[in-house]
């Protein structure tokens, strides 16, 4: 400490802002939505309704909730220039980039005043605008990925339908959703909508704090979740047990590889900065992908690979003294496989999810009228010093 400033790297005892949207307990391993237990969102809500109790603070009455999806219904299309944006990405451009980007571009074709004591209303289109358009700009970030033709929203369908016929259809067939994948996607997007003051959220937050617009916080944090430390761990997860089964499917061999402080390799999907006990979405996750393979009929050897390793570090010395428990990354990835999602897009659909969650913390940050964020240091470098003119140095 030096005067009045405390160094608190990566704000591991920092706490930001009051909050009255999620509440986390590490210790006991409780989730909750404005009071309501993620268990039970999870198995009795849909994404959309969850989506609302996020922003607005109450679930939704049944006409309530109607008016929010018919808005979110009525704003799936895309200016048509956006295309453009998407044509000049290479085939190689990775989803979370072309989703930023395109999330951005909404700053230049939707303008919105920046004015911080703008109407609720105008607000409130922007916050229709980008839960509408997002699941848009995510199929056709996968769309230029493959070299696929976009497909235009299907209003007929709901929320989760609509984004997967985006995904999937091609103009050659039929394309039909399968009501088991849809119902899993929703679950899923639940689950990831929002979690307090993580890393995205707290971009969210202080890009916000400046009165940027809406959209520019939103992008930057897509931009925060994408790093494999947060929500691209979910795509890393996938990647490793794919590595252990190339390598023969050795768990233990790659605890060791995690445990060893010269080996930068870490367990992706393990550990997490609150949860010091078990996390309650990697609970409802586990359970959901045994429900989502058996009713697909896939056996998918990576998962068995995932349950190995899990019961190995549960009862590895290291994880138990570190507390380092499965996180909400290590088990969808194996679900979104087997609804046939590419694993680059894995963290789309985390951002997909956390969506409503950024758009409620950016607005109570914005209600609450806090203060730009800007955090103090502590210096380490040079004392003063006089300039030296070039044909005096070296
Ligand atoms: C998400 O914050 C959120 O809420 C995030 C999230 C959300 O919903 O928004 O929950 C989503 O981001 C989940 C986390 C996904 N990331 C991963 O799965 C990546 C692997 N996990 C880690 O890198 C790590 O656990 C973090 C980033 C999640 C948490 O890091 P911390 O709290 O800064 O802890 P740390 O890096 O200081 O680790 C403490 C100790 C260290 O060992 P020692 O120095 O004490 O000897 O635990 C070790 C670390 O080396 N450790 C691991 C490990 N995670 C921590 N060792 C091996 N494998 C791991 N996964």
């Known amino acids: 400490q030096t005067g009045l400033i405390t160094l608190d790297p990566g704000y591991k005892n920092t706490g930001s802002t009051t909050s009255s949207i999620t509440f986390l307990d590490g210790e006991q391993g409780v989730l909750r939505y404005r009071g309501y237990r993620i268990e039970d969102l999870a198995e009795k809500s849909s994404f959309l309704e969850v989506a609302y109790l996020l922003i607005y603070g109450e679930l939704p009455t049944q006409l309530q909730y109607e008016k929010f999806t018919r808005e979110i219904t009525t704003h799936t299309l895309v200016h048509e220039d956006i295309k453009k944006i998407l044509d000049g990405f290479p085939s190689n451009a990775h989803p979370m980039g072309v989703l930023s980007s395109l999330v951005c571009s909404l700053t230049a074709f939707y303008p919105e005043s920046l004015d911080p004591t703008r109407d609720e209303a105008d607000v409130n289109l922007s916050i229709v605008r980008l839960l509408a358009k997002m699941p848009t700009f995510a199929a056709w970030a996968y769309k230029n990925e493959v070299g696929h033709p976009v497909n235009y929203p299907d209003n007929s369908l709901d929320y989760c339908s609509n984004f997967l016929k985006m995904m999937f259809a091609l103009p050659a067939e039929k394309y039909e959703v399968d009501p088991v994948i849809a119902k899993a996607l929703d679950q899923l997007l639940i689950l990831h909508a929002d979690h307090e003051q993580n890393c995205s959220t707290s971009t969210v937050r202080i890009v916000g704090s400046s009165q940027a617009s809406i959209y520019a916080s939103i992008s930057a944090g897509i931009n925060a979740l994408w790093g494999p430390l947060h929500g691209g761990a979910n795509q890393a997860v996938i990647e490793m047990l794919e590595a252990i089964k190339a390598d023969g499917g050795d768990t233990k061999k790659f605890l060791n590889k995690a445990k060893d402080k010269d080996d930068p390799f870490r367990l992706m999907g393990f550990g997490h900065r609150v949860y010091k006990n078990f996390d309650p979405r990697a609970t409802i996750i586990k359970k959901a992908a045994d429900d989502v393979l058996g009713k697909l009929g896939i056996k998918d050897p990576v998962l068995e690979i995932a349950k190995e390793l899990e019961y190995?570090?549960?009862?590895?010395?290291?994880?138990?003294?570190?507390?380092?428990?499965?996180?909400?990354?290590?088990?969808s990835g194996i679900i979104y496989r087997a609804m046939g999602i590419p694993t680059e897009m894995f963290t789309v659909l985390f951002a997909l999810g956390r969506l409503p969650g950024w758009i409620a913390q950016w607005k109570e940050m914005r209600q609450n009228g806090e203060p730009i964020g800007r955090p103090r240091q502590i210096y380490t470098g040079e004392n003063e010093r006089d300039y030296v003119s070039m044909n005096r140095r070296g």
Do not use: H, I, S
């Open 312 to 331: 190995a570090a549960l009862n590895d010395q290291y994880f138990v003294d570190r507390k380092l428990y499965p996180n909400v990354d290590f088990y």
